[in-house]
Each structure stands twice: as structure tokens, then as C-alpha cells.
């Protein structure tokens, strides 16, 4: 998945499956570029990434930060960061957390990288992420599936974001790929607990879906 605004670009590479996932993520934002990985098992997720990722998604302190960079952190339900971190992952969560609009209009058939598609169009509707504030985007989306299968193969929005009273325009595209494959994720080793790290987390963000080619609303 991509997202790109005034603020910032973000990209997802992931793959997210009934009850696991995982996902590979960048964002370039005011404060830098920041990587991190995202792992999903069940009621339990992983992080792990630099120490700019962990402080804007963790909402741990600089110090904390630097001695806990690229090491994997296990968050549970009742870690402060967890809903943000554990949020579009799965199957689910991903289609849900991502695809936001009122299909309107049949726009036909088409032809995308020699896949036959059927588009449908429609107005974007406010997205709510755990963890994160609603996303007010006013603009228009396009979801394209499969002619054949009626599967998913492309999700893309533009539009204006409204945050602090103020507009910037706002793009994002969500490519699927493999869609139906079994995904199975396994627990990294020597996680360190995010309790362990002597630091509340605050709320961050993460997001993705099933084999997903370039995207996320992070």
C-alpha cells in the first residue's frame, strides 16, 4: 500500500491472513525516514524498527528508544501501543481499516496489467483506525476486482484531508496480489516484552492487507 499527503509518504509491503500477518513498512515524514516490521499471532503482535519508528510508534522516549532500536517488542491487548501497532494487520482489519467509500457507480471492464477488471467508483467515506483520530477525506475512490474471480485487485483514493483546520491533498493505493493464499507467521525469538521497556507507550501507527503490493494508512 502507498499513502502520500503534504506530511508525509508512507509504504507497506505485507501479507495478512485470517488471524496472522505481517507487515514491512516505511514513512518519510518532517521528522525523517523511519522503518519497522510488524508481526501478527493471533491476540499478540511484534514491532520491531529504529529508534525513530519506535518512538513515533511506541511513543517511547529517545533514550529508550536507542537501546531497544531493531530489537522485537511483544505488545498485548493491555499495552498502550497496541491498538495502533496490531491495527489493519489481518485479513479483516486490513480490508476494513483501508477500503472507506459508498460504491456509486459501475464504471465497466477494463484491462490492468492483462487481468480483465470490473471498476467500481463512489465517494470516500471517513476512515477509523484503532488507536488513531477518524481520517476526514473528502474525494473519490475506485475499487477494481477481478472480471473473473470478483476478487479484489486495486484500491485507490484522492482526495483533501482536513486535520487542525487545515487542507492538503491526500492520494492512496492499495495493490493486491496473491489474494486467497494461506498465510502463516511465525513468533520471533528473545521478543522483549514492552513493559520491559520502563516506558508508558502512547498511541503510534501502523496499518495493511492480504499480500499487499505497495501500501498503508500509517
Known amino acids: 500500500m502507498s499513502n502520500s499527503s503534504a506530511t508525509g509518504t508512507f509504504t507497506t509491503l505485507g501479507d495478512a491472513g485470517e488471524s496472522s500477518g505481517k ?13 519497522f516490521t510488524v508481526i501478527v499471532i493471533g491476540n499478540t503482535c511484534y514491532f520491531q524498527g ?16 536507542q537501546a531497544y532500536a531493531e530489537q522485537w517488542i511483544s ?25 472507506a467509500f459508498k460504491p456509486q457507480r459501475d464504471m465497466g471492464t477494463s484491462t ?10 463512489g465517494a470516500t467515506t471517513p476512515v477509523k483506525i484503532p488507536g488513531e483520530p477518524s481520517l476526514p477525506i473528502k474525494g473519490t475512490a475506485t475499487l477494481e476486482v477481478s472480471a473473473a474471480t470478483h476478487l479484489p485487485v486495486r484500491y485507490s483514493e484522492s482526495g483533501t484531508l482536513s486535520t487542525n ?19 502463516s507467521e511465525s ?11 520502563g516506558s508508558t ?18
Open 23 to 35: 507487515q514491512q513498512i516505511t514513512t518519510n515524514s518532517p521528522n525523517g525516514t523511519a522503518s
Open 50 to 65: 529504529d529508534s525513530l519508528a519506535m518512538q513515533e510508534n511506541l511513543d517511547v522516549s529517545a533514550a529508550v528508544a
Open 75 to 99: 505488545l498485548s491487548p493491555s499495552d498502550a501501543p497496541y491498538a495502533s501497532v496490531y491495527a489493519a494487520v489481518d485479513t479483516h482489519d486490513a480490508l476494513y481499516d483501508n477500503i
Open 112 to 121: 490492468i496489467s492483462s487481468r480483465r477488471v470490473r471498476t467500481i467508483s
Open 165 to 183: 483546520g487545515q487542507s492538503e491533498h491526500s492520494s492512496f493505493t492499495m495493490t493486491f496480489s496473491d489474494f486467497g493464499e494461506e498465510v
Open 187 to 197: 513468533t520471533p525469538p528473545g521478543a522483549v516484552p514492552f513493559p520491559s521497556l
Open 201 to 218: 507507550g502512547g498511541g503510534g501507527g501502523s496499518s495493511t492487507s492480504p499480500k499487499l503490493v505497495t501500501s498503508a494508512r500509517r
